[in-house]
């Protein structure tokens, strides 16, 4: 069993459009975050969610909201799409904040 | 200002011999210190971690790391390189409730 999973795997739109991202975790852990890779490989905490409750919202901009259903999941929502949103987007989750992060396969995002 | 680097982009390193990717930090209070492999198109896999303790820790596939905290450094070591750990590595540290990585260094083990 995947223990943090991510759909889709790839996507590709155009400028403008809203998207999702979608993650689920089934290690039972209470936190979760979304963190953006850029082409560098430079990787960049965007949001993390404790108990549902955000914990930490960096200088993301606010096209980017997260949404915690529960627990298991966190999902990432991005309108207006920009270029500048290409990359690729990782879904984690620890048993706290303390604790070490377990990692999603990925999103490719393109935008087009 | 809380931060961890790495300051080597790159590594080569021959096979069967030991390696070190170096990482340092800067951090208010007790720092907990992680260490995470990247193979190319996968997320991260964590591999070892401090938080209190040992200064030597040992982790997943023969890596260990030695916290100090006096350098305020904490290198990743492998007494004998594989050419199946050529990766992407990253150093993090959590300080506060917040988790900073270092840009990475990838990895090369020559066979």
């Known amino acids: 069993d995947t223990a943090v999973s991510q759909t889709p795997k790839y996507l590709v739109t155009q400028m403008g459009n809203d998207k999702s991202i979608k993650c689920e975790q089934n290690?039972?852990?209470?936190?979760m975050y979304w963190y953006k890779q850029d082409s560098k490989k430079f990787l960049k905490i965007m949001f993390s969610?404790?108990?549902?409750?955000?914990?930490i919202n960096e200088t993301v901009p606010n096209r980017f909201s997260p949404k915690s259903p529960d627990k298991a999941h966190l999902n990432l929502h991005i309108n207006s799409l920009e270029l500048g949103d290409s990359a690729v987007y990782f879904c984690?989750?620890?048993?706290?904040?303390?604790?070490?992060?377990?990692f999603g396969p990925g999103t490719r995002l393109t935008v087009t | 200002a809380q931060s961890v680097a790495q300051p080597e982009d790159q590594v080569n390193v021959a096979e069967g011999n030991p390696l070190t990717v170096k990482c340092t930090y800067s951090?208010?209070?007790?720092?907990?210190l992680f260490w995470y492999v990247q193979y190319p198109n996968r997320g991260l896999q964590f591999l070892l971690k401090?938080?209190?303790?040992?200064?030597l820790v040992k982790g997943s596939y023969g890596f260990e790391a030695e916290f100090n905290k006096s350098q305020t450094s904490f290198h990743l070591k492998k007494p004998s390189a594989l050419v199946s750990d050529s990766a992407l590595y990253f150093c993090?540290?959590?300080?506060?409730?917040?988790?900073?990585f270092g840009t990475g260094t990838s990895l090369t083990v020559i066979p």
């Open positions: 984690a989750s620890s048993q706290d904040l303390v604790n070490e992060q377990y």
């Open positions: 290690l039972g852990h209470d936190t």
């Open positions: 969610y404790n108990n549902k409750e955000l914990i």
């Open positions: 951090v208010s209070g007790n720092p907990y």
């Open positions: 401090y938080i209190t303790g040992d200064n």
């Open positions: 993090a540290v959590r300080g506060g409730n917040q988790f900073y």
